[in-house]
């Protein structure tokens, strides 16, 4: 019999009951060192008092109200995001696969009021992960993700993760976008080079190609910058933002610059929930922590930290982890024993991880966790691969 919720994830025997900051309890009263963050999601830990006010003063005001009206506190998050980033305009979704679909919409619509409808495909990259939604599966494209569910949307071509030549010989005059996440998360952390960040960028203004960035898992903070492009020196023309911005509330943006966005006057796009004003005073709050110069310095000293202590760890565990990659708190661990098996035995040593493509383990932690918090991470994790060790044995 079909259990009452769907059955399209293989749940962990966990069910966590109270979140504080870093760390998760759970039912049974174990507390969990949340290496996760729900999916690089709770960027200011659980419960944070400011998230906490904005969201209880909110929902005694005002929940909901349509965009047939003005919102003030969508306004003032779309002012503070377009203060802090190279967007002119943004729209609120309610999740990251929105973000595709309408980033995705926007490009094509660009071009078609350009005079240009031809101008439809998207270059996207092998490894990709951009939602569950049908542009975001097609985006990614991977057999894992679109097999049964055709016919699956046109109009995009799929490159190898990454080869800036192939990229500049596939763009053409059909070519309306190229879309890829400067720091690849499911598919198993893996940060592309600046230069080729640069190098996208330059194919793009040499062909008049738009550029997405998809930083839904590696925006708002997790590589150390406010957005991780920022460390390639470039911008893209669209942005897909989700994740982080909420803090635990479920809300995305599409940033963009006022060029790109032309084509999306009144009427082409729309949706019901996306920028309320419970969602939009949290993420309000939410920007105020990250966006501030001495959070995101913090931010860094603590990913140095982090990744020595990793370093530290895959020496000494040579059976289990090959190497750490990643950029800020946005860590992997290649591992040489299964990926999963490590997951579990995190939880066995109450310290929450998440598997990623390519056999890593993600490491996503709180932007917000303190370095007593960091070594004891590490102290649960290096217990874990032990006892990978012996069970190996
Ligand atoms: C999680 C994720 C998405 C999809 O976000 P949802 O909120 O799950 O729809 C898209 N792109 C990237 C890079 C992601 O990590």
Redesign the pocket.
């Known amino acids: 019999m079909i259990p009452s919720v769907l059955p399209t994830y293989s749940r962990a025997p966990l069910s966590f009951v109270k979140g504080e900051g870093s760390w998760l309890v759970e039912a049974d009263g174990r507390r969990f060192l949340d290496m996760g963050s729900g999916?690089a999601v709770n960027v200011l830990g659980h419960a944070h008092p400011d998230l906490v006010n904005a969201l209880s003063e909110q929902a005694q005001k005002l929940w909901h109200v349509s965009n047939l009206y003005t919102i003030p506190e969508q306004q003032k998050l779309a002012d503070k995001l377009v203060a802090a980033t190279f967007a002119d305009t943004v729209f609120f979704t309610n999740?990251?696969?929105e973000t595709?679909e309408l980033a995705v919409k926007m490009a094509r619509k660009h071009f078609y009021d350009a005079g240009q409808p031809e101008r439809v495909e998207i270059i996207a990259f092998e490894g990709s992960?951009?939602?569950?939604s049908s542009a975001?599966i097609a985006a990614a494209g991977s057999e894992k993700m679109t097999k049964g569910f055709g016919p699956v949307l046109g109009g995009f071509r799929h490159l190898k993760w990454f080869d800036l030549d192939e990229v500049r010989e596939a763009v053409n005059d059909k070519t309306a976008a190229i879309l890829v996440?400067p720091v690849q998360?499911?598919g198993g952390i893996r940060p592309l080079p600046d230069a080729a960040l640069k190098g996208l960028r330059e194919i793009c203004d040499e062909t008049g190609t738009l550029l997405i960035l998809?930083e839904?898992?590696c925006g708002m903070g997790r590589t150390g910058r406010l957005f991780a492009h920022e460390w390639a020196g470039i911008t893209p023309d669209i942005m897909?933002v989700?994740?982080g911005i909420g803090g635990g509330f479920p809300l995305?943006a599409v940033l963009a610059t006022e060029k790109a966005a032309d084509g999306m006057t009144a009427g082409t796009h729309g949706s019901t929930y996306g920028g309320n004003p419970l969602g939009c005073a949290v993420g309000a709050a939410v920007m105020d922590h990250v966006a501030d110069a001495g959070f995101l310095a913090e931010v860094q000293r603590k990913a140095g930290l982090l990744r020595q202590k990793l370093e530290g760890l895959v020496a000494g565990h040579p059976q289990v982890f090959e190497s750490v990659r990643g950029q800020g708190l946005m860590l992997g661990l290649k591992c040489r024993a299964t990926n999963l098996d490590l997951v579990k035995a995190g939880y066995a040593n109450e310290v929450i991880t998440v598997p990623a493509g390519d056999n890593v383990v993600r490491l996503l932690p709180p932007l917000t966790i303190t370095d007593d918090e960091i070594a004891e991470a590490v102290t649960r994790l290096d217990a874990a691969a032990t006892e990978l060790e012996k069970s190996a044995a």
């Open positions: 999916i999740s990251g696969t595709c992960f951009h939602g569950r975001g996440e998360g499911e998809d839904v898992q897909m989700a994740k995305g």
